[in-house]
Nanobody, 116 residues
Framework: QVQLVESGGGLAQPGGSLNLSCVAS????????MGWYRQAPGKERELVAD??????NYAESVKGRFTISRDHAKNTMYLQMNRLKPDDTAVYYC???????????WGQGTQVTVSS
């Protein structure tokens, strides 16, 4: 069973930065994609960024501010968030799509709050 554990959330001021981490463990094979999603209060969960087929993809709202990366050796994925805005406030979730039948694993979420 695959487990994902996020860390690095917290409180940041507008214009500030945070770096999220997601460590994967378990029977990981045939990774289709790894990505970050977020869900703000009263809104649906949305894709922030992912790595799929060797390419990175970003939501329009975070392009140029957020960077997704992955360390294969450590089974860890990162989300560097710069120039944060109050609209970035949400619970951020790590996601892994893997295996022949494209199973999905989710982390427990980490809260990011951007406020002065």
């Amino acid at each position: 069973q695959v487990q994902l554990v996020e860390s690095g959330g917290g409180l940041a001021q507008p214009g500030g930065s945070l770096n999220l981490s997601c460590v994967a463990s378990g029977a990981i094979f045939r990774i289709v994609s790894m990505g970050w999603y977020r869900q703000a209060p009263g809104k649906e969960r949305e894709l922030v960024a992912d790595i799929r087929d060797g390419s990175t993809n970003y939501a329009e709202s975070v392009k140029g501010r957020f960077t997704i990366s992955r360390d294969h050796a450590k089974n860890t994925m990162y989300l560097q968030m710069n120039r944060l805005k109050p609209d970035d406030t949400a619970v951020y979730y790590c996601n892994l799509e893997y295996g022949r039948f494209r199973a999905n694993a989710w982390g427990q979420g980490t809260q990011v709050t951007v406020s002065s």
